[in-house]
């Protein structure tokens, strides 16, 4: 079975600085997805950005951008100049490929985005 | 949101009455997901749909049974709900496009069970 651990909490930052929120995974697959949500107060789930286990370059959707080290089984997200809108819930998830594409996420992690 | 209600939105319930939860798609995909929230847990599936008829069981399966009858809409029931079962619930379709498989989410349903 997969696990998702994120380790961290709660984290907080400055308005325009960057952050990092870090995940590990633990799997004997080879390939796989790998995906941060963001979840707002307004609860909704939004996917931020996906990664593909075979590919070795990293992903990057605007400011944000992921260090994906597959040896290491550890996907951090990296968000760049921080916005007040980037405040909310931060799900890393794990998705093995074919079969059923079942989701495992990790506990999530609460950023605060600080003017 | 690709498609995808819920409803109700909230709930409130007592101890042991029935609870139906009902989530709907309008683009005829094939897997469907339930999923339930807790603080400290993240999301765990409960159910998924992979076809009409075709259910399996999620990692928190206990007191919870589904049904899909039709492609857009995947129940997810509570036959005796109970205090434990207070949570937010997610619906979730798969999309496939190409290579990428890709997880959408519905607005989710608070329910609680008093």
């Known amino acids: 079975a997969q696990t998702v651990t994120q380790s961290q909490p709660e984290m907080s930052v400055q308005e325009a600085e960057t952050v990092t929120l870090s995940c590990t995974y633990d799997t004997s697959e080879n390939n796989y997805y790998l995906f941060w949500y963001k979840q707002p107060p307004s609860r909704q789930m939004i996917l931020v950005i996906r990664q593909e286990a075979y590919k070795q370059q990293n992903a990057t959707e605007n400011r944000f951008s992921v260090n994906f080290q597959k040896a290491a089984k550890s996907f951090s997200l990296k968000i760049s100049d921080s916005q007040l809108g980037d405040t909310a819930m931060y799900f890393c998830a794990f998705m093995k490929h074919g079969g059923s594409e079942k989701l495992v996420f990790g506990k999530g992690m609460k950023l605060t985005v600080n003017p | 949101d690709a498609g995808i209600t819920q409803s109700p939105r909230h709930k409130v319930t007592e101890t042991g009455t029935p609870v139906t939860l009902r989530c709907h798609q309008t683009?005829?995909?094939?897997?469907m997901y339930w999923y339930r929230q807790d603080p400290g847990h993240g999301l765990r599936l409960i159910h998924y749909s992979y076809g009409v008829k075709d259910t399996d069981k999620g990692e928190v399966s206990d007191g919870y049974s589904v049904s899909r009858s039709k492609t857009e809409d995947f129940l997810l029931t509570l036959e005796s709900a109970t205090s434990s079962q207070t949570s937010v619930y997610f619906c979730a379709i798969s999309t496939t496009s190409g290579a990428y498989n890709e997880q959408f989410f519905g607005p989710g349903t608070r329910l609680t069970v008093l």
């Open positions: 683009e005829n995909h094939r897997y």
